[in-house]
């Protein structure tokens, strides 16, 4: 399983990067791009800070992970159908390629993340590291986890409807905007609480900016919702995983 892993690894990293000499600086180009947009707005508005945190920072940190989320989502989703020629190998499991995509895109995170910070750090002076390491990885680990559990569960229903890939591009763009992303749950009335808190990408950003910055503190967040949804999510997509794995296979 380790060498397949490894093979499918290589091959994804050809696949998208190969090509394109341009395809790693993209990577990090992209969600720096986006986030400077909107630190510019926030700028001309006359605010330098969000909750404390200075606004490059806040929506680098925030752009990233709600990207780690949605292209975890997306890619492991797609993984199994994107690769239905190689399950006639002996060798290759279904679950290989959904590993292999999950394994670059939160390599791919962190190291854009070290990236990004790491240049704010040297060249505006923010402090770029974690105050709370634990608590930083812990909420990441949980967003990460959760997106998995979910994609796995796509690759199920992409079998049945696969028009279901439509479906979910369609609602990626409203989930950017009810995310937290570009604001914290404090700059809202509380009175639109129990309507935002459904969503999980919302209680991760917020727990995760509370383990990064020492400033952040955030009276929405429940890390408890986000065990709980993935344990039904995972329950879920086990089950879904297996029952289907005939089917991944028979292509």
């Known amino acids: 399983m380790k060498d397949t892993v490894f093979a499918l690894f290589i091959r994804e990293l050809r696949t998208r990067f190969g090509g394109n000499r341009l395809g790693y600086f993209w990577a990090i180009a992209e969600p720096a ?74 390599t791919t995170y962190f190291v854009v993340l070290a990236i990004l910070m790491g240049l704010m750090g040297w060249f505006l002076s923010y402090d770029i590291f974690p105050d709370d390491l634990l608590e930083f990885l812990l909420a990441i680990a949980s967003l990460a986890s959760l997106s998995l559990a979910i994609g796995m569960i796509l690759c199920s229903v992409l079998e049945f409807w696969p028009d279901a890939n439509r479906f979910l591009t369609v609602i990626m763009t409203p989930l950017l905007f009810i995310s937290g992303v570009f604001y914290s749950a404090s700059m809202l009335p509380q009175q639109y609480w129990p309507y935002l808190s459904w969503n999980p990408i919302f209680h991760g950003l917020e727990l995760m900016r509370e383990g990064y910055f020492s400033e952040y503190r955030s009276d929405f967040a429940d890390p408890v919702y986000l065990i709980e949804l993935n344990l039904v999510f995972w329950a879920l997509a086990l089950s879904l995983f297996k029952l289907n794995r005939p089917r991944f296979i028979s292509g």
């Open 33 to 106: 791009g986006q986030a400077a947009v909107f630190a510019i707005l926030f700028s001309i508005i006359g605010r330098e800070s969000i909750s404390g945190v200075p606004v490059p920072v806040f929506m680098i940190t925030g752009m990233l992970t709600f990207k780690l989320f949605t292209k975890l989502l997306t890619q492991s989703a797609n993984a199994v159908i994107s690769n239905k020629g190689l399950m006639t190998y002996r060798q290759v499991e279904p679950i290989d390629p959904v590993l292999t995509r999950s394994i670059i895109e939160v």
